[in-house]
């Protein structure tokens, strides 16, 4: 039981997935029973930068604030032409940093799914390169689990090739998986530098605010990493308040296991530096941003690196109350919960900025904003990625494309706009870069500093091509064609991406010879990268052209994840 308690939140999730645990309510809440318990809300005391700067701000290295969002769609944002709730919602401050400075018409996740992107995005390295390539969940269910309700045999799995259209719930668990023992400590390890560690070298106080989810073990908590503070949570998610706060609007997804295991689960709580669990003392998407608000202040007389890791607008979804109220318009009560969350994001992006404004400091900050993957079919709302197919969960342009931002008054013009494709991992050389960081030169590093390509000194393309890889499932971008190669059922997509940006016309049979020369890149990257660290412990279907708790279509489009 005592393991149990330790093990990542995603292996019951992945059970729930399956359709297994949410049938039974002992089994479906006892982690959230035996989890460690949490103390009431007390202020936190960061650590005082000088009280006299030592140079002006002008002449120091500028700050970097990099601001993450999570599960956010590429339409929940106004910027983009659309945004939540067709339209109904606009967000004026996260636009803000696409018009004031560089917004990426092609800006990619890292990976789909929550936890390779971040480790893709701290690193500046594909995550395959160390073998961070699923999200960490032990690979089998504690013992009290009953065996009887696990489905690993080859006869399940071979029995893909004859699902029917309701093959909705049909999740495999990994046979490979099953075979091996408990693998300890998943996270990111040790032996990885992070962009913390990296403008450490060049004397910056490094701070992280919210969700992490690259391990909690020893050296792979955010501490070891390079940041010399962190308030947040090490596990993939966490609620906004408690479920009967009077300053709260729940959503609840019936018809999607994760979200049953959520609410049954997640707690409502941070830890500062390694601290025991404690409340935030408001709702927490605002308490992140009080919290990111004070460490400016904190660290206005010194260069600082802030990461910023909401949690918005991933489930569950909670919404403030008052953002609630501020919405009538919106006649959905799912829709109206996930635009007021999207609602107080924004704001909080407002109030970042505002303070770094009244310190004096906005001038010489570069500020970073994108979303560690694109929105989720299970919170069941249709149009968050379009016009992009995909979610989160797929290598369509809907799980990967992501609003990708760069505002730095000093540095970067107003209006700027870059075409070519760029990634997560640019972010690491492009801070390394904007504050005189060398990188390293004992490692292969993906990124590149996108600061000349802003700037208009730089010729080319930062990638001509850029890969993404879950289990058998892999993806391809080179130039101007995408390659999906599929997994149960096994199959390849065209896409070309200049005539047809949102994946609606396969064009395989037309250009064999294309596909066969992607295939052998999607070779030859596997061959530079390793295998990964732990088995996936199950593969979901994810209909790619509509969301959770929607009816199978026949002959639809899917992919199997492997997580």
């Not at 000194?457 to 599929?486: C, E, I, M």
Request: proline share 8%; hydrophobic share 40%; net charge neutral.
């Amino acid at each position: 039981m005592k393991r149990w308690v330790k093990i990542s939140l995603a292996s019951v999730a992945a059970l729930a997935i399956a359709g297994f645990a949410a049938k039974d309510y002992v089994l479906l809440h006892l982690p959230g029973w035996i989890a460690p318990h949490v103390e009431d809300s007390h202020p936190v005391a960061w650590q005082p930068g000088p009280t006299v700067a030592a140079l002006p701000v002008d002449q120091r290295p500028p700050n970097i604030v990099l601001i993450v969002a999570d599960d956010l769609g590429y339409n929940d944002i106004s910027f983009n032409g659309g945004g939540v709730a067709g339209g109904l919602v606009k967000t004026p401050n996260i636009d803000a940093l696409g018009h004031q400075g560089a917004s990426f018409a092609n800006g990619y996740a890292g990976n789909a799914t929550c936890a390779p992107s971040r480790a893709a995005l701290m690193t500046g390295r594909y995550a395959t390169r160390f073998g961070y390539e699923f999200t960490p969940a032990d690979v089998h269910p504690p013992k009290w689990f009953p065996s009887s309700l696990i489905r690993t045999d080859a006869a399940f799995s071979r029995t893909i090739a004859s699902f029917p259209t309701t093959w909705e719930h049909k999740t495999i668990f990994d046979e490979d998986a099953a075979r091996l023992p408990p693998v300890q400590d998943k996270g990111m390890p040790a032996s990885e530098i992070t962009i913390a560690d990296l403008l450490r070298t060049r004397g910056y106080h490094t701070m992280h605010l919210g969700k992490w989810h690259l391990g909690d073990a020893k050296g792979m908590r955010p501490e070891q990493h390079g940041f010399d503070e962190s308030l947040g949570f090490m596990i993939g998610g966490q609620k906004y308040l408690l479920d009967d706060s009077p300053d709260v609007v729940n959503s609840v997804q019936d018809f999607d296991p994760i979200d049953k295991f959520l609410w049954a689960n997640l707690p409502f709580s941070v830890q500062y530096n390694g601290s025991k669990p404690f409340r935030p003392d408001r709702y927490m998407t605002d308490y992140l941003t009080a919290q990111a608000q004070a460490t400016i202040v904190a660290n206005r007389n010194r260069p600082f690196f802030l990461y910023l890791a909401y949690n918005a607008p991933h489930t569950p979804l909670q919404a403030a109350k008052a953002d609630y109220d501020a919405l009538p318009q919106i006649t959905d009560h799912r829709m109206r919960v996930y635009a007021a969350m999207i609602r107080a994001l924004d704001r909080g992006v407002g109030r970042v900025m505002a303070t770094l404004k009244a310190q004096g400091l906005d001038q010489n900050t570069l500020v970073i904003f994108t979303s560690d993957n694109g929105g989720a079919h299970y919170i069941g709302l249709p149009d968050i990625n379009k016009p992009y197919r995909g979610w989160k969960a797929t290598f369509f342009e809907g799980g990967v494309k992501v609003p990708f931002f760069m505002r730095w008054p000093a540095r970067i013009k107003p209006g700027t706009t870059v075409a070519a494709p760029v990634s997560h991992f640019d972010i690491f050389a492009t801070a390394g870069g904007s504050a005189g960081a060398s990188l390293p030169h004992d490692r292969p590093i993906d990124g590149v500093n996108l600061l000349p390509f802003m700037q208009g000194t730089a010729t080319g393309t930062p990638h001509n091509t850029l890969f993404w890889r879950s289990g058998r499932y892999k993806v391809v971008r080179d130039g101007d064609w995408k390659l999906q190669a599929l997994d149960l059922p096994h199959v390849n997509l065209l896409y070309d991406m200049k005539a047809d940006p949102t994946e609606q016309r396969d064009v395989a049979g037309a250009h064999p010879d294309v596909v066969a020369r992607l295939t052998q890149l999607l070779a030859a990257h596997d061959r530079d990268n390793v295998k990964p660290a732990w088995p996936s412990l199950i593969r979901s279907p994810i209909a790619i052209d509509r969301p959770l708790g929607t009816k199978p279509k026949a002959d639809e489009t899917y992919i199997y994840w492997s997580n």
